[in-house]
């Protein structure tokens, strides 16, 4: 079995930064996309940034320019960089990845459990 286990959200003021970070552990073969998405009240989740196992990177536009996604292969771990935060950031971001537990397995995707982000003035 494979968790995901998010930290980093919390309250912050227009214009400020926060670093979310998510670790998977676990029964891990190997790692391919690791990403973050979003979902605000009475909306639909959002992709907000994905990453390769190579360090390809896949933005949303709202937030290009203002969040940077990373990861370290060997930590089984992907950050999320926010900076420039705007009240229409308010959600719950959620890690994921895509896991195989085994040489032979197919890649299962795996959800965090989610960290709430409240950008307010």
């Known amino acids: 079995q494979v968790q995901l286990l998010e930290s980093g959200g919390g309250l912050v003021q227009p214009g400020g930064s926060l670093r979310l970070s998510c670790a998977a552990s676990?029964?891990?073969?190997?790692?391919?996309?690791m990403g973050w998405y979003r979902q605000a009240p009475g909306k639909q989740r959002e992709r907000v940034a994905v990453?390769?196992?190579?360090?390809?990177?896949m933005n949303s536009h709202s937030v290009a320019g203002r969040f940077t996604i990373s990861r370290d292969n060997a930590k089984n771990t992907v950050w999320l960089q926010m900076n420039s935060l705007k009240p229409e950031d308010t959600a719950a971001y959620y890690c994921?990845?895509?896991?195989?537990?085994?040489?032979?397995?197919?890649?299962?995707?795996?959800w965090g459990q989610g960290t709430l982000v409240t950008v307010f003035s």
């Open positions: 990453i390769t196992r190579e360090g390809a990177i």
């Open positions: 676990g029964s891990i073969f190997s790692i391919n996309d």
């Open positions: 994921n990845a895509e896991v195989r537990t085994g040489y032979l397995d197919r890649y299962q995707e795996v």
